[in-house]
């Protein structure tokens, strides 16, 4: 192996980080526009910072108590990995890093790319993207440099012990998936509270501001304006960036310790293995930031030229690591190099497909959003019984997507040899290696569509001209684009690192097992294998984790439930909070008739404070559900109701995801292609009734349907970890 | 065991239909009314016998084409059960003159209902349950009576042959199982075509008369009046009818089938065995007919004393079944008599539980309807919003019951031995038929409810007086609720009788395995197992039909998604009829504006052919989605992924029907809440929004909710009879 190999990752992560402090400064460095624009970009920054800080201070309550319930579980019952209480910490520290960074650089960009929009596009679109670009390269670059942190530090600490190399390899790639637990912890927090922050103020704002009194969107006279403003950087740049930072790190984790199991015959290759997803995962961040450089348009580009732009860092990225990871898998002298491939492409394609099937579902320019909108002016309850219809059916393509890169990832890392599980399986965990490669740049056109959106209500909000808000609406609705396309990738990604995770889960069972003394496993008609070389169908037998089982088929039943009740849960939540805002909103007005005249100015603050403290009050519980779920289930069914659990919560999950995304994505573009025109236009009975169809999707696409990424993600996390609990003290 | 056990099946099926007959005798005698009354009466029941001829024309095309396609696999590819064509017929012939009974009784009921409730509410409410009850008794009738007619002349007509008597029984079982294809098939064009007929005309008639045009519900200067109460007779009667003949005969096969291969090592066992089921059903329907009799009441009763009339008949019947059947299985001399009848009790109490929870999360007395009222005051999004959040959260409840009763049942019947899978799966069987043993009379609840809001509709379009329809408001909400809690029922019973189906689908697949040859199942490990006597779990291992194994995760990708695509292409199928709907009453108040004065008669019939079009064209692509998706599931990735196909559709299935069924029925609710005065009362802003919210849920809780029931049944079925052809000819 070449020695070359190795340094990929670390000096990946290290680019990364230092691209990162590059694109910021050169963005700090723009031109800030005019007092009143930098006044109101302070009001969005502030409220941005005092939401985090809030939620910081109730993750760090919620993360103290469950550190110290890891650390009796660990240090006293001897049930739990003794690196989780301070992996677990630091997986959480890292993931609100990360959003904290993306956040504080979205936040002040948007004033910059509103001023840089009163004379140039191109600027205006290079300051957007490249402080997107921040957050994705932050994300990546935390992510991986942390991976190959604890990689180094395990290998040092964790002894060979009499069980050889091969197993301390396994023991070494099972521990640093703890690290997953604390960033998919914050993940479910950033995404949930982000979610419903985020919503209780777009709700808030537009149910009294736009329905109720009649002011346009982004008018400064709204007192939750800000809030909205505020609301689209913490759920759509931090809660995405938590997102996509647990998939990413889950996925390369995962994928590690199914190459350590899937070559136990073989020390060498079991490193090669081992390091081959890291190595893929460093090729990608490279090519990301080379990918930004090429993202650029000129003067007066239309939607299509902005989208071309966009799409040639984003392709060419994904088109280079194709190429690129062919060759490292060569040099790493990995066997079975064109299956591994193969299980890359398979991952990469899949996330190319989900993209544009939602861009298909949700876009304005295909007919299923402009059926939608024609059936508004049949009223609002004809609006949202189509959109639902459309959301229902747009679920074909991912899972079928997802479904087929699967079993080809599977069958191509196994040699299409099925009774090679273990290799196959690995297979699955590098396609999910794969799609995420290029995370990077994926994650910068993500988090460049909050910024361009934050402009342009900037630019509203100052006053500027029609030229400069022509601009802006350019940049914004690319931005629609790019969050419609990013959450098709968030939700197919989820999916494929929770498969990879489950297979995780069997590896872990098996170093429980052997920690409690089970060294053989009776697999019925007289039959036995020692469990340290067992296959992963061998503890399938072990524990009858059959679909005719009744603990599996129950576990498979509670999980698809828990799929719906938290989703019924942030909707509900969103409902409450958004009722909050409205209150409020009306109070400002009634009490202080200047405020709609313009004459006085409206307490942003309260609306930021009370948004605040709904998605604080809301976001605990849904949470954790997610935690109590697989923990109540292994207690009561054991191994096999969790697993059990974690695939009918994968398979409902995903698909009532991306329902619900798409959805919500599909009303808000019928809204739009009312607006422009069609239908009757603005104002008309049928912009009533897809304002509504809008409003209801809200909740949908950005607090409940992305929520359930982390749900899936963050239940097999849990079970992971508490695989030595269900081992030892399961009922069943 | 004693002679007379093997007599109260046929018994009991016998007296079944001469009961209804009865019944139905005595409805006919009564008076009719006025010459108004029946005139609209003749409308509404011509219309649903119009509509009733269309569905058997395009049915009996369907069901020709098919039995062509499997006499070909049969006697050509001796790939299918040679009985299937004729079994096959047979079930759609019974499933459907079951219906046309039931609606021919139900359209001549509701205007003697109506005649009646001028002088009395006690014979008002005696016509209309014994009317219902007509229904319930054939369904049974003819259900039990089928099934004992098939396994009287399969016992005749299967040889012995050289593999002994407990293998013959096991194919008598397996074969008879071919008759629920033909009532599967049949229910869901009932149940899909019915619940698009309805909801087409109910959405139609409500958005042009109420919204439009202000006149009340159930004005006769409304065209698509009579459609509106034809609709309740096709889809609630004919169709509700149609989905539990299903889950009846399905579930007694499914438990005979299982009792055969639970105890093979025993024919006098095994004989007991496949007996049980049957018997229990029969000793359901002798106690259904007791308890018909239980229900009356008295003038001026309330709310509280008609629900306790109905409950008494239920109820009774329900605690007798308790104690009869323990002592009938002493009698049959079954083994583990105590276990077996644990799992009845599961089964019953499951279906009282969900009945419960339904009730409570969709009636106007408890918080979750009344919470969404509220929010009613923030418009329709957040009112729709709110309904979403509580169908979601109702699912909990329900799945968490038949989770329990499945194990509950499994671990009863095992004698709480694990390894006993065959068994404890008997048990689950077992437990099916427990819930549905009193069918006759819970169904005669449901069936009564369009009965009543028939009655009432003609009573109001008759002009009879404010006491009159005092009378029949009081039948009609009683029937809401019967309605409600009947939907939970049809649910949960589908849920149970879809497990009990899974786990034959691999006894079929060892009759398939045995026909081709393959007598020697390898497991792995070197350890092989004869086919005819491999357990259940054998089965799993030899198909690797594992959680892990990416072939059977995929499939519960696909079936969750299939079971989101179907219930889409359902609403949308309610959208686009309704839509034809609107055109047509808009045109025939814009052409003869005496209709709208009420000097001209609109034409009903027209509005009543454009449902009967729309449910006809849009029935046929869902329903053939159910037979597709088993096939090719099984040709490309063979057993492992069509049993994965219909746990992935069976769990997001059943999950998916509670959440459509319970928001859309809250919603019906919320809106009879604010009617009753709160929140503004009608004509308030708030009523407005329900009434939004109202349209929202009808395709919801009678169109794609109850659909699914049959989606996850039919599915089961058709996986059952295509064993052979997956078994024969799959790819992976």
Same mark, same amino acid.
């Given at each position: 192996m070449n020695e070359i190999v190795f340094w990929i990752a670390p000096i990946a992560a290290i680019a990364a980080l230092v691209y990162a402090r590059g694109f910021y400064k050169e963005m700090i460095r723009q031109d800030q526009g005019t007092a009143l624009m930098q006044e109101i970009g302070g009001h969005v920054s502030r409220g941005a910072m005092a939401y985090l800080w809030q939620?910081?201070?109730?993750?760090?309550?919620?993360?103290?108590?469950? @550190?110290? +319930?890891?650390?009796?579980?660990?240090?006293?019952?001897? +049930?739990?990995?003794?690196?989780?209480?301070?992996?677990?910490?630091?997986?959480?520290?890292?993931?609100?890093?990360?959003?904290?960074?993306?956040?504080?650089? *979205?936040?002040?960009?948007?004033?910059?790319?509103? *001023? @840089?929009?009163?004379?140039?596009?191109?600027?205006?679109?290079?300051?957007?993207?490249?402080?997107?670009?921040?957050?994705?390269?932050?994300?990546?670059?935390?992510g991986l440099g942390n991976i190959v942190f604890w990689f180094i530090l395990a290998n040092l600490l964790i002894p060979a012990g009499d069980t050889g190399e091969t197993h301390r390899m396994v023991l070494i790639t099972t521990t640093t998936l703890t690290f997953g637990m604390g960033a998919s912890l914050q993940a479910m927090f950033a995404r949930v509270g982000g979610g419903i922050f985020t919503k209780a103020a777009d709700v808030g704002a537009d149910l009294v501001g736009k329905v109720e009194s009649g002011i346009p969107e982004d008018d400064p006279r709204n007192p939750a304006v800000i809030a909205d403003n505020v609301g689209d950087n913490v759920g759509d740049v931090a809660g995405m960036g938590a997102d996509l930072f647990e998939s990413y790190v889950g996925s390369i984790l995962a994928a590690s310790a199914l190459g350590a199991a899937a070559f136990m015959h073989d020390p060498a290759l079991q490193m090669k293995a081992v390091v081959a997803p890291i190595m893929i995962a460093g090729l990608g961040i490279l090519l990301s930031i080379l990918g930004v450089y090429l993202v650029k348009t000129e003067e007066g580009a239309n939607q299509k030229q902005l989208l071309d732009a966009l799409g040639r860092g984003i392709n060419s990225s994904a088109a280079m690591i194709v190429v690129v990871s062919l060759a490292f898998l060569f040099l790493l002298g990995m066997p079975n190099v064109w299956g591994i491939w193969g @299980?890359?492409?398979?991952?990469?394609?899949?996330?190319?497909?989900?993209?544009?099937?939602?861009? =298909? =579902?949700?876009?304005?320019? =295909?007919?299923?959003?402009?059926?939608?909108?024609?059936? @508004?002016?049949?009223?609002?309850?004809?609006?949202? !019984?189509?959109?639902?219809?459309?959301?229902?059916?747009?679920? *074909? !393509?991912?899972?079928l997507t997802v479904g087929a890169g699967t079993l080809l990832a599977f069958l191509f890392a196994s040699g299409f040899d099925p009774s090679q599980m273990n290799q196959g399986l690995y297979g699955v965990g !590098?396609? *999910?290696?794969?799609?995420?490669?290029?995370?990077? !740049?994926?994650l910068a056109s993500d988090a460049y569509g909050p910024i361009a959106d934050n402009a342009g209500g900037n630019a509203e909000m100052s006053g500027l001209g029609p030229d400069v808000r022509a601009r802006t609406d350019a940049l914004d609705a690319l931005g629609n684009t790019t969050a419609a396309t990013g959450k098709g990738f968030a939700i197919g990604s989820a999916a494929l690192t929770a498969l990879a995770l489950l297979a995780s889960y069997v590896e872990v069972v098996r170093m429980e097992l052997i920690k409690i003394g089970t060294t053989v496993l009776t697999l019925g008609h007289g039959t036995t294998v020692p469990t340290d070389t067992a296959t992963l169908t061998d503890f399938m037998t072990y524990y009858s984790v059959n679909l005719l089982n009744p603990t599996v088929l129950v576990g498979v039943l509670i999980g698809a439930m828990v799929a719906f009740a938290f989703s019924g849960m942030t909707v509900q939540a969103v409902g409450r909070a958004a009722l909050l805002m409205v209150e409020e909103v009306r109070r400002q007005f009634r009490e202080d008739a200047g405020i709609l005249k313009g004459t006085s100015q409206p307490d942003y603050e309260r609306c930021v404070a009370i948004s605040t403290l709904g998605a604080q009050r809301e976001m605990v519980v849904p949470a954790l559900i997610a935690v109590i779920a697989p923990v109540v289930t292994g207690l009561l069914l054991g191994v096999a109701g969790v697993i059990g659990l974690l695939v009918g919560g994968l398979s409902s999950g995903f698909v009532l995801a991306v329902f619900l995304s798409n959805s919500g994505g599909a009303w808000d573009n019928a809204k739009k292609h009312i607006e422009a025109g069609h239908h009757g236009g603005k104002n008309s009975r049928a912009h009533r009734a897809a304002v509504i169809g809008d409003t209801v999707g809200d909740p949908f696409k950005d607090t409940s349907g992305p929520s359930l990424n982390i749900l899936i993600k963050l239940m097999s996390i849990v079970a992971i970890i508490m695989a030595g609990v269900t081992v030892t003290y399961s009922l069943l």
């Open positions: 939620q910081y201070k109730i993750m760090l309550v919620v993360f103290a108590a469950l @550190a110290v +319930v890891f650390a009796v579980l660990a240090y006293q019952f001897h +049930v739990q990995s003794t690196w989780l209480p301070v992996t677990f910490l630091c997986g959480g520290f890292f993931s609100a890093l990360a959003g904290y960074f993306g956040m504080k650089t *979205a936040t002040q960009a948007s004033t910059r790319t509103a *001023a @840089a929009a009163r004379t140039s596009l191109p600027d205006a679109l290079r300051i957007a993207f490249r402080s997107g670009a921040v957050m994705g390269l932050v994300v990546v670059g935390l @299980a890359v492409i398979a991952g990469l394609v899949s996330g190319v497909i989900i993209g544009r099937s939602t861009e =298909y =579902y949700t876009s304005p320019s =295909y007919s299923p959003t402009r059926q939608i909108a024609s059936q @508004a002016e049949g009223g609002a309850a004809t609006l949202v !019984i189509a959109g639902i219809g459309v959301g229902m059916l747009s679920t *074909a !393509i991912p899972v !590098i396609a *999910a290696v794969g799609m995420l490669s290029t995370l990077g !740049i994926t």
